[in-house]
């Protein structure tokens, strides 16, 4: 029970934080396109369709096939409770659809999902009807087969949600997040070929946090932002060494956390959050030259904070999240 009050308070919280935000980031409607396909001029956002798509926030996303599966969340009215909505999105044909799936996928929040051969792997979260317990299992699911299953895993996890969770080869990184009570100081790493947790054993100091961003570019893990007390932190792990750093950069990074971010010709675009400072939503991080810069955009995206985004050929999906009102059923994409 401390644990799901401590979350709903943290969410509501938030919510005050996005209203009191107003006035540092403006939070107008995207401009409409026709579709995602439409031809579009660089750094654009656009709305996209969300007929079908069930309002929520702290959901995950990942691609699998050129489409888009939204998981779980909490939906409109209601932070106590979460559900195990599968809804997937289609670019191509901008249209949302709901699979008819079988086996049983845990309802939850605040969790990852991580698509790898095909497969989505699902980590972490709150649980539904468990008074805030954190999930310790993995689930799986199976596109080609709209099947769940809960894997048999060996090694050890240490249950999170609000945890970052990227795929290099075969491995998922988990990082970040909390169980009951500190933000976690451990890492740990999922192998999907032998479905074998390991805690990750670094050098370099690791700066505990949640509600941050993880991504992938040659060889690094890029951490951004983060809610407990390192909403403008930028740190790095070289995978190969296992190695933390803090990169040099310059530049008017924001401070945010709850935000998105997707990669896109080897640079980091920002977007959406909370923030603790003056900006604007969209910002661009270049880890080749450490340089991080505001985007000047055709569209203003939508305020919102604790979607989630996926990336498909060179255009960054952002889905679900909250405003000052409550769930957000709009969802929008940004063509860098």
């Not at 909370?274 to 080749?288: C, E, N, Y």
Request: hydrophobic letters at 35%.
């Amino acid at each position: 029970m401390k644990q799901q009050v401590k979350f709903r308070f943290r969410l509501f919280s938030a919510m005050l934080s996005l209203g009191a935000a107003l006035q540092l980031i403006t939070g107008c409607s995207s401009a409409t396109s026709p579709g995602p396909n439409a031809p579009l001029t660089p750094n654009v956002w656009s709305s996209i369709s969300s007929v079908g798509f069930t309002p929520r926030a702290a959901l995950s996303s990942c691609v699998v096939g050129g489409k888009i599966y939204a998981l779980g969340g909490t939906p409109s009215g209601d932070f106590n409770r979460e559900v195990n909505t599968v809804e997937v999105y289609d670019p191509l044909t901008n249209t949302w659809s709901t699979p008819v799936t079988t086996g049983n996928f845990a309802a939850r929040r605040s969790h990852t999902s991580s698509a790898v051969n095909g497969k989505i792997y699902v980590i972490g979260g709150v649980l539904d009807d468990s008074m805030g317990k954190v999930v310790t299992t993995v689930q799986m699911f199976d596109p080609s087969t709209s099947v769940w299953s809960t894997l048999n895993t060996t090694g050890s996890f240490t249950p999170r949600f609000g945890h970052v969770a990227v795929v290099v080869g075969s491995k998922i990184y988990c990082i970040g997040g909390e169980t009951s009570g500190p933000v976690l100081t451990t890492n740990d790493v999922f192998d999907v070929s032998t479905n074998t947790w390991s805690t990750l054993l670094t050098s370099g100091t690791y700066s505990p946090n949640e509600f941050h961003t993880g991504d992938l570019i040659g060889g690094k893990i890029y951490t951004i932002g983060g809610m407990d007390g390192h909403a403008d932190s930028l740190e790095q792990l070289e995978v190969s060494a296992n190695a933390w750093s803090v990169p040099s950069w310059s530049g008017p990074m924001l401070n945010r956390y709850g935000h998105t971010t997707g990669v896109v010709n080897g640079k980091i675009f920002a977007s959406g959050g909370i923030s603790r400072g003056k900006g604007v939503l969209t910002q661009m991080f270049d880890p080749a030259s450490g340089v991080w810069s505001t985007l000047t955009t055709a569209g203003t995206p939508l305020l919102r904070a604790f979607g989630t985004s996926s990336t498909i050929d060179g255009k960054i999906y952002v889905i679900g999240g909250m405003d000052t009102v409550g769930m957000l059923h709009a969802c929008e994409v940004f063509t860098p």
